[in-house]
């Protein structure tokens, strides 16, 4: 018995002993899974914490960098204003007005005979605030005749444009975008927009498990994928913290992000996030981000003014820009839009008039030439140049700054017609560059540095440094009319030969028709560019003198001189050169030449204001004499072929030849516009070329398209018409025979009682 008990023991023993390794082995999987599942969900909470600080601090500072925005010269409209109704037109067109005789809202207008009624849109100027504004603009012959307060019926002496957004300074590494405020969006945009993308955005908490259920069971339904299950907010925290790579750790990393989110931020924060930051199609090297740049892109107007097929085509295009591009594919894009439509008035968006109406509407979009710098490379290339030149605190550059310049588009517009125009016949290799500017307040209006207006790359208007030519004899003349009791326009000069030494070589200086007139009035030899008399007046004044007077008409480094450089054997550039004639332009008064107005931060506070530093150069008198001399020159001298071209029309210029017609100049003006133009070749080859023949084409050709401002000079005091001696250039009594009846300065010059020859 007894050892039977303990047989049956051990055989006991041994048969619990495999129950119990089950259950130590079955507990010890699910501890270590506890385990497992314990950390992951500490390593997740920890994830969480970081991907909330990271989140957070981006979407609660400077979401993005956006670039600077250029805008053009605001359109100044008052009574006596030179506009023609067409130009104003064109401007409008320009700047995307819809014709629309109701002006039913902003950006509209309408014409009727010599009227156009202008519904203008809001803005941010640099003086402050300007609310839409409806007024009308009656022209007669000559330009605005009155502006009129639509509502009030108030004469209106003064009324604007919003200047034209015409660039992005978007760096390599950089978006394009314009941000926009929930509040700007129009309410039928946001909500067809949730329709479309994310119907249960306000009630779910990032993540939407039925969209991608119900997406998932499309896909396979459809065998193909044709819808996503991402919510907006999953979209936004793609686009703005992760990659485009398609693997199950991004979609996880989005679903997380998008779920903080929506817990750290509200509906309306995300949703205009998300507006600004999606991606609506490519500018050649830059993307376009958020429909605010999307719809200038796209429809050349604010969001706020499109119709509600082209919000459809803008909605439908998010779904993919590249796919749906109205530009390469707009049957495509058609489709696309009137699926947005079509669900726009299954939920009572549209009635059935609405909608029909939008379908039956061509996709319509501006084309690439239209979206803004298209044309205005060399006067960005220049206003890029001014900014560099500024102290703007780096908190600020990568905030939006806006940029105002002094560029009329017209003016560029008209520039770049003329040089294209008037250069097609002539030698392919032939190139030009032309700046214009308003010579009163200094400003760079237009500016052209190769005779292909788009092309960017070397702008010979203000980097090209070429040989002048006679454009230089003004300096000269000035200096001679500046010393008073010495020379007036009847001093006679010497037009004998004249051989020199001049850099080391003979040099025995011509005029243009290898002539010899003896002795000619200081007046004749400027008007007819005749340049041996230039050259002895030069040296009578000595080259330091020639040397102050370039320095005082606004050359702002030195350049050496010698013999020959008094007929333009130097080198400038066409925006140097136009320096120059600015101060002679403007009677003496002589102020920095510009392309910026001024720069603010993105609520229009001003970062920088140009400062009008106007200092004389040059009294009133001598400058008055020396436009006089410029002014017969257009009539009867070199430039006379402006007399034909515009007759019954004051214009001032001088034309200018380099040697061996390498270089052919040009520079002029009216009672506000002054003009520079240089025709070359790169490779510095004569082009047959004079100033008369070659650039002042180019000059009557933009003042036809644009009109003469004629040019009136009040007579200064102490200047008078006064009789000199043709023979001596004495002052002689009016009644003396062979005089010449000229203006000069009285006090300097008493008057004789009797006749007097020599």
Known sequence: MSSKKTSSGRSSKKRATPGVLRTVWWHKPLWLLAKVVLLLLVLLAFYFLYLDSKISKKFSGQKWQVPAQIYAKSIELYPGKILTQQQFIQQLDSLQYQRNPALSGAGQYSVSRNHVSVYRRPFMYVEGYEAAQLFSVEFNRGGINRITQRRQKEALNFARLEPQLIDHLVSAQQEDRELVQLQQVPEIFKDTLLLVED??????????????????????????????????????????YLSSDRTLWRKVNEAMIALVLDYRFNKDQILEAYLNEVFVGQNYAHAVHGVGLGSRFYFGKPLTELTTAEYALMIGILKGPSYFDPRRFPARAKERRDLVLRLMFEQKFLDRKQYEQAVEQPVAVISRNQYMNTGFASYLDAVKKELRQLSIDEQYRDKGIKVFTYLDTQAQAAIEQAVSSQLAPLDPELQAAAVVVDYRRAEINAMVGSKVAVQGGFNRATDARRQIGSIVKPVIFLEAL??????????????????????????????????????????????????????????????????????????????????????????????????????????????????LYAVTDANGHPLHLREHQLTRRYNEQEVYLLQYALIQAAKTGTARALSSVFPGEILAGKTGTSSDYRDSWFSGFDQQTLMTVWLGRDDNKAIGLTGASGALNVFSRYFTLQGVNSLLRAVPEQVSLQAFSAKTGYPQPQNCLNVLLLPAISVEMPLPSECTEE
Request: aromatic share 6%; no cysteine.
């Open 199 to 240: 119907r249960e955005f306000y009630h779910h908490h990032g993540v939407s498990p039925l969209a991608v259920l119900r997406a998932l069971w499309v896909n396979i339904t459809a065998g193909r994928t044709v819808q996503g299950g991402s919510t907006l907010t999953q979209q936004l925290a793609k686009n703005m």
């Open 482 to 595: 500046a010393q008073r009791g010495r020379y007036t326009l009847a001093t006679p000069l010497d037009d004998s030969p004249i051989r020199l030494r001049s850099n080391d070589q003979d040099w025995q200086p011509q005029n243009f028709d290898k002539k010899f007139r003896g002795q000619v009035s200081l007046l004749d030899a400027l008007v007819n560019s005749l340049n041996i008399p230039t050259v002895r007046l030069g040296l009578q004044l000595g080259l330091p003198a020639v040397s102050d007077g370039l320095r005082k008409l606004g050359l702002n480094r030195r350049v050496k001189l010698h013999p020959a450089a008094l007929l333009g054997a130097i080198e400038l550039s066409p925006l140097e050169v136009t320096q120059l004639y600015q101060t002679l332009a403007n009677n003496g008064m002589h102020q920095q030449l510009s392309t």
